[in-house]
């Protein structure tokens, strides 16, 4: 099977401007997990998506938001960037079902934003 | 609470065993888990234990758990420059994991 796969790999955007991240799950799997990992905070949860709704939320603003898909692909969006924005944003694919508890997840390679 | 705790480097001989010890918080964990970090990539899933475990054996990789103590520890055994990475320690807080602030691990020849 095919990992998760996030796009861009790389991004660059000056402060004021939005951005969205795409992710790709493992084949079969419902669940879609974003998180943030930086240097000064570690990595951090943001949302879980599975069949196209939100069922969690981390402690984020609301600049930060996403979605998926009937397909399981699954986006974030950034608004009104800054300079803390700046990030490796961590997708990951699991299989957990309707009972919502974290079993394995599987994290693509990430996306790595540069806010300037 | 949601505390995961490990220190930050290990420095380790080509060869030898390396142990990276981790404490949690969140007595109702169901899993916990290994992830290695290499630079420039994404979380790779090495291993994870079921709470109701104490060991768990792959290959090179050895998983303790002491649930009365909230500690976890991963042994790599003949311990390889592949190994430099950074690992990370995490549980599962329900519908997502809450990690530590990752070990370094340096493997010197």
């Known amino acids: 099977k095919a990992g998760v796969t996030q796009t861009p790999r790389y991004l660059i955007k000056t402060r004021g401007q939005q951005v969205t991240l795409s992710c790709s799950p493992i084949?079969?799997?419902?669940?879609v997990s974003w998180y943030q990992q930086t240097p000064g905070q570690g990595l951090q949860f943001l949302f879980e998506?599975?069949?196209?709704?939100?069922?969690n939320k981390g402690n984020f603003p609301g600049r930060f938001s996403g979605r998926q898909f009937s397909n399981s692909r699954s986006e974030m969006n950034v608004s009104t960037l800054e300079l803390g924005d700046s990030a490796l944003y961590l997708c990951?694919?699991?299989?957990?079902?309707?009972?919502?508890?974290?079993?394995?997840?599987?994290f693509g390679p990430g996306t790595r934003l540069t806010v300037l | 609470g949601e505390d995961v705790e490990q220190s930050l480097f290990l420095s380790v001989r080509e060869g030898d065993s390396s142990v990276i010890n981790c404490t949690y918080t969140?007595?109702?964990?169901?899993?916990l888990y290994w992830y290695k970090q290499e630079p420039g990539a994404g979380l790779q899933l090495l291993t994870y234990?079921?709470?109701?475990?104490d060991m768990k054996q792959d290959q090179r990789l050895t998983v303790l758990l002491n649930k009365k103590d909230k500690h976890l520890s991963l042994r790599i055994a003949d311990t390889q420059t592949g190994d430099s990475a950074i690992y990370f320690c995490?549980?599962?807080?329900?519908?997502?994991?809450?990690f530590g602030a990752g070990t370094t691990v340096t493997v010197r020849a």
């Open positions: 084949s079969g799997h419902r669940s």
């Open positions: 998506y599975f069949s196209e709704t939100q069922r």
């Open positions: 995490a549980e599962s807080n329900d519908y997502k994991l809450s």
């Open positions: 990951a694919s699991s299989s957990t079902g309707t009972s919502g508890r974290a079993g394995e997840q599987f």
């Open positions: 234990i079921f709470s109701n475990m």
């Open positions: 969140d007595s109702s964990s169901t899993y």
